[in-house]
């Protein structure tokens, strides 16, 4: 199988994106062994087993300084790797002034050859449509380069009390995805992670908003709702991407769990790879 991958973590201590301490609760959480921490050779070689290539998801940084140190190894990486690594999606710290983040994120995007900021709200609790945001939102528009916008209810802090103030409000696609494709229709977003319990209102976006799409990392494919199944064998099938969520899943669990749901071939290949290749202009 083809597969072009756009919710991909590092394995490196460089690139990973939580620390050794979560290790434990994310492979309680998803069952699954976790390789902290490999060296770029032996992480490539994983994807490169796998037949897939990824565009990465890096640490937030805690500082600019962080973040153009960020850019410089995702640009090696793509120097180094070019038959299995595409870009990243740039990093994004709410705490950071906004007016110099914009600044740095040109440069992020110029230099690691990236694509535009992934914004995780929950963690926040200020939803996407925030106009703060406009300012990135229009750079990424000028420049071209898509963004990604987490959906849907998140594994970060499920189970403990208040939910580690996690808040899954911000993580509805109506008002906050729709109100940010429509302030900005020349701009791709990538609704990230499979969107129930706001799966209708996804579709609902998916079907009114041609920049909007939807990769559906973070669940097996066999636990998405049976609505959006469905709508994936027909109006959706230009709509939705793939996203593994390595190394939360390994590949060959994840891939034979998309095998399995006996979706249209077409249907298949297009979200493996073929809607990423037509959406950002790249080639598997």
Same mark, same amino acid.
């Given at each position: 199988?083809?597969?072009?991958?756009?919710?991909?973590?590092?394995?490196?201590?460089?690139?990973?994106?939580?620390?050794?301490?979560?290790?434990?609760?994310?492979?309680?959480?998803?069952?699954?062994?976790?390789?902290?921490?490999?060296?770029?050779?032996?992480?490539?070689?994983?994807?490169?087993?796998?037949?897939?290539?990824?565009?990465?998801?890096?640490?937030?940084?805690?500082?600019?300084?962080?973040?153009?140190?960020?850019?410089?190894?995702?640009?090696?990486?793509?120097?180094?790797?070019?038959?299995?690594?595409?870009?990243?999606?740039?990093?994004?710290?709410?705490?950071?002034?906004?007016?110099? @983040?914009?600044?740095?994120?040109? #440069?992020?995007?110029?230099?690691?050859? *990236?694509? &535009?900021?992934?914004?995780? /709200? $929950?963690? %926040?609790?200020?939803?996407?449509?925030?106009?703060?945001?406009?300012?990135? @939102?229009?750079?990424?528009?000028? #420049?071209?380069?898509?963004?990604?916008? *987490?959906? &849907?209810?998140?594994?970060? /802090? $499920?189970? %403990?009390?208040?939910?580690?103030?996690?808040?899954?409000?911000?993580?509805?696609?109506?008002?906050?995805?729709?109100?940010?494709?429509?302030?900005?229709?020349?701009?791709?977003?990538?609704?990230?992670?499979?969107?129930?319990?706001?799966?209708?209102?996804?579709?609902?976006?998916?079907?009114?908003?041609?920049?909007?799409?939807?990769?559906?990392?973070?669940?097996?494919?066999?636990?998405?709702?049976?609505?959006?199944?469905?709508?994936?064998?027909?109006?959706?099938?230009?709509?939705?991407?793939?996203?593994?969520?390595?190394?939360?899943?390994?590949?060959?669990?994840?891939?034979?769990?998309?095998?399995?749901?006996?979706?249209?071939?077409?249907?298949?290949?297009?979200?493996?790879?073929?809607?990423?290749?037509?959406?950002?202009?790249?080639?598997?």
């Amino acid at each position: 199988m083809k597969v072009i991958d756009l919710q991909t973590q590092m394995t490196t201590e460089k690139g990973a994106l939580f620390s050794k301490e979560l290790k434990d609760f994310f492979e309680a959480t998803f069952k699954t062994v976790i390789p902290y921490y490999q060296t770029d050779d032996e992480m490539m070689d994983v994807f490169r087993q796998a037949g897939v290539k990824v565009i990465f998801c890096v640490p937030d940084p805690k500082n600019f300084d962080e973040m153009d140190a960020t850019g410089d190894y995702v640009a090696r990486l793509v120097s180094d790797y070019p038959d299995v690594v595409y870009g990243s999606w740039a990093p994004y710290n709410f705490n950071l002034d906004i007016d110099k @983040y914009v600044v740095e994120l040109e #440069k992020y995007i110029d230099k690691a050859k *990236s694509f &535009g900021f992934f914004y995780y /709200g $929950a963690s %926040t609790g200020v939803p996407a449509n925030d106009e703060r945001f406009f300012p990135i @939102y229009k750079l990424c528009s000028d #420049k071209k380069v898509p963004i990604k916008i *987490s959906v &849907g209810h998140t594994a970060m /802090g $499920a189970g %403990t009390p208040g939910g580690s103030g996690i808040r899954l409000g911000s993580e509805r696609p109506i008002p906050n995805i729709d109100d940010v494709a429509a302030a900005f229709p020349e701009l791709t977003i990538i609704a990230s992670h499979c969107p129930w319990p706001f799966h209708s209102e996804m579709i609902s976006v998916l079907v009114h908003k041609a920049n909007v799409y939807n990769e559906v990392h973070g669940w097996m494919p066999k636990y998405f709702p049976q609505e959006l199944k469905k709508e994936m064998n027909s109006r959706l099938k230009t709509k939705i991407m793939f996203g593994s969520d390595y190394p939360f899943f390994a590949f060959d669990r994840i891939l034979k769990g998309w095998t399995d749901e006996g979706l249209k071939p077409e249907a298949l290949e297009n979200i493996l790879y073929k809607n990423a290749e037509r959406v950002f202009g790249i080639k598997y």
